[in-house]
């Protein structure tokens, strides 16, 4: 039922579309563009007007409401330490900690065990390891909010945990490789490559030239586990199925296909990236692609807010990672930023609020801006160039939702220290068995 409709969901919503910092009624708050955001409350329907005269009830009680915001995608933390500005300036008396971390999975089950998950969170509720804890409680029902009418139809299917909700669905990712236009036009290069040959002949001509071709932060255990569950995916659309057969003893991992095309893909890559990538985290790889240090960068759309971070002229382009063996090249998608409130949310009101404020249309607007995914809530316009290859690909079809939504939980946490020792070490055997190891372990616990 997801692949029939991934094409439709994604053209439908083209067409219509730690860091702390505490903020309190004195917060100014910018949008995106840095110019002076408008009052947009005095525009919004009675319920947010209510909402917002609660808010100030509560000020003049001189009761204070603090709040945890967790991002565990730390590109999204400059806009949403914006936007909880605002939100806290729109309601006195209210207080939103934006804290962040890179490994989100690791984090969240530690916090869940000591019974300590913070009030507002990102999730991925198309993922079973979220779906898990929906089932469990940890999260707060919202299948009754009417907020959730603003959010695409079909992005609130994909979202279904057993006919229920618990997150509103802000974005939807896609992912591919990031070339940087200026360093490959530089050494003549005029397109980006869209099969796997002419990316490796566009990769010798840049390493004849004395230019990095790949920047891979193979430091970051978190960047090498999405890159083998994403890359895998683009091999072998269903790998799930796979993977099942090694589990259960019709395969070994050292006759996988979907293994042995990752480790060759790897290889060639590894021949024209820097000698220091062991030791390259993603924030220095993403600082050294934006700044023109290197021609190519593994992501997806969600890295563009760094990109530009780092450097604002930065010329670039998403385009689709082409299948190493030659078939056919298909993109992988998925719903990115969501957002969910715990069951030990401090203030359910309060919190619940957010969620609510998140759906509102300049608020929406101003997070696809910076976050550059394809927002799902309507009214939202997406017109991001340096995302057309991915746009294109959408509207054609060429799409399968990610691997991650299908795999068992854990799975990816578990197979990535074998796939890093790989990346440093080149030892094929001791990476088949790490991952028959890690997915015998795994598919039996699931």
């Known amino acids: 039922m997801k692949f029939k409709k991934l ?7 083209l067409a219509a579309s730690s860091l702390l910092v505490a903020c309190g009624g004195n917060s100014g708050g910018q949008d995106a563009s840095g110019s002076e955001p408008e009052n947009a409350a005095a525009d919004e329907t009675e319920t947010e007007s209510e909402s917002e005269g609660e808010g100030q009830e509560a000020a003049a009680s001189g009761d204070e409401v603090t709040l945890e915001l967790l991002l565990t995608k730390t590109e999204i933390v400059d806009v949403m330490e914006q936007i909880a500005a605002k939100f806290c300036e729109e309601n006195p008396g209210v207080k939103i900690d934006v804290t962040s971390t890179s490994d989100g999975a690791t984090l969240v089950r530690t916090r869940a065990a000591s019974n300590d998950l913070p009030d507002i969170m990102n999730t991925y509720p198309a993922e079973d390891f979220y779906k898990d804890m929906f089932r469990d409680g940890y999260f707060e029902d919202i299948t009754d909010a009417e907020y959730l009418g603003k959010v695409n139809s079909t992005a609130m299917e994909m979202s279904n945990c057993d006919g229920n909700y618990y997150a509103v669905p802000m974005s939807l990712s896609t992912y591919g490789i990031y070339a940087n236009m200026d360093v490959l036009e530089a050494n003549g290069i005029t397109e980006t490559p869209s099969t796997w040959e002419e990316l490796i002949a566009d990769c010798e001509t840049l390493k004849a ?19 083998f ?23 070994e991992a050292k006759d996988s296909p979907t293994l042995q095309t990752w480790c060759d893909y790897n290889e060639d890559l590894l021949n024209y990236t820097t000698d220091d990538h ?25 890295m563009l807010a760094t990109v530009q971070k780092n450097n604002p ?7 689709a990672f ?36 998140m759906t509102r249309e300049d608020i929406a607007q101003m997070y696809c801006d910076a976050d550059g995914n394809v927002s799902t809530i309507e009214g939202v ?10 746009k294109t690909a959408v509207e054609e079809g060429n799409i ?3 691997a991650v939504n299908f795999w068992p939980t854990g799975l990816r946490e578990e197979i990535r220290d074998g796939c890093q020792m790989f990346l440093g070490d080149g030892d094929r055997e001791a990476f088949f068995e790490s991952s028959q190891e890690a997915i015998e372990t795994i598919y039996a616990d699931n």
């Open 322 to 357: 082409p299948h190493p063996r030659g078939e056919t090249t298909k993109v992988p998608v998925n719903i990115d930023t969501s957002f969910s409130i715990s069951s030990t949310c401090a203030d359910k009101e309060i919190g619940l609020k957010f969620l609510e404020f």
């Open 7 to 13: 094409s439709a969901v994604m053209a439908a919503l």
């Open 381 to 390: 316009e997406y017109n991001i160039p340096q995302h057309a290859n991915m």
């Open 229 to 251: 569950e994403r890359t895998a995916g683009i091999i072998n659309n269903d790998s799930n199925s796979e993977f099942k057969q090694i589990a259960d003893g019709e395969m």
């Open 400 to 402: 399968f939702l990610t």
């Open 313 to 319: 002229d930065a010329n670039v382009e998403l385009f």
């Open 278 to 302: 062991m030791g390259m985290d993603y924030d220095i790889a993403a600082a050294e692609f934006s700044n023109g240090n290197g021609a190519f960068m593994l992501s997806g759309t969600w």
């Open 209 to 227: 030239n004395g230019v990095t071709g790949f920047l891979l932060p193979n430091k970051d255990v978190g960047n090498v586990a999405q890159r």
